[in-house]
């Protein structure tokens, strides 16, 4: 079974531009989730969809993060502009209807400089 | 709002050691428990989790977990480590009423040979 599959794998940006990540979940899964990875910390959830509507996004940062599930499957996770503290790792994670386990991705590394 | 405490950042100890890593967390109400690793340059991964039945549970690699639901807490252990359990190991948890995954901020562990 194909695991989630997301890119691209590194990025590195400057303050002030636009980024871009995307994100293919296991096939079947109603539920695909983006969570924000800080050096030395644990994943924070940015946003929960099932099947394309948000379910949850009070944790993300509207006024320059955005993400969309077209068609209930893939999902592009989009920040403008950056900020030096948006560095960070970004996960997708997808799983059936909860609360199934979650299953994640190898994560984008974005850098902004 | 609830979060989850891993005790130690960085856990540093030789083959065949016992390990135990400590979490807890702060919620009241019914939750899910869950134990997930990353090892070196690979994604996170599920180790074991809890939803009900049996507190002590049983996951991959010889880990195990015990749910103690008057102390908050879910600790993992492993009787005798490997070179190979080298990663670092993320607790978390969902309340059973919404499924927002909370993680811990990670303990790395480094096994010697």
């Known amino acids: 079974e194909a695991g989630v599959a997301q890119s691209p794998r590194y990025k590195i940006i400057e303050k002030r531009q636009s980024v871009a990540f995307w994100c293919n979940p296991i096939?079947?899964?109603?539920?695909l989730y983006w969570y924000q990875q800080i050096l030395g910390q644990g994943p924070k959830l940015l946003i929960q969809?099932?099947?394309?509507?948000?379910?949850?996004d009070s944790q993300l940062p509207k006024d320059r993060f955005s993400a969309e599930r077209l068609k209930g499957v893939d999902s592009t996770l989009k920040i403008q502009p950056a900020k030096l503290e948006d560095s960070a790792v970004y996960l997708c994670?997808?799983?059936?209807?909860?609360?199934?386990?979650?299953?994640f991705g190898p994560g984008t590394r974005l850098l902004v400089l | 709002a609830q979060s989850v405490s891993q005790h130690n950042h960085h856990v540093i100890l030789s083959e065949a050691a016992s390990l135990e890593l400590g979490c807890n967390y702060s919620?009241?109400?019914?939750?899910?428990l869950f134990w997930y690793v990353q090892y070196p340059g690979q994604h996170l991964q599920l180790l074991l989790k809890?939803?009900?039945?049996?507190?002590l549970v049983k996951g991959i690699k010889g880990f195990e977990a015990e749910f103690i639901k008057s102390k908050f807490s879910f600790n993992l252990r492993k009787p005798s480590v490997q070179w190979s359990d080298t990663a670092e190991y993320f607790c978390?948890?969902?309340?059973?009423?919404?499924?927002?995954?909370?993680f811990g901020a990670g303990t790395t562990v480094t096994v010697r040979a």
């Open positions: 994670a997808s799983s059936l209807d909860p609360p199934e386990t979650q299953y």
């Open positions: 096939s079947g899964h109603a539920t």
């Open positions: 969809f099932q099947n394309n509507g948000v379910v949850d």
């Open positions: 919620y009241g109400g019914t939750v899910n």
């Open positions: 809890y939803f009900s039945g049996d507190p």
């Open positions: 978390a948890v969902t309340r059973s009423n919404d499924y927002k995954l909370s």
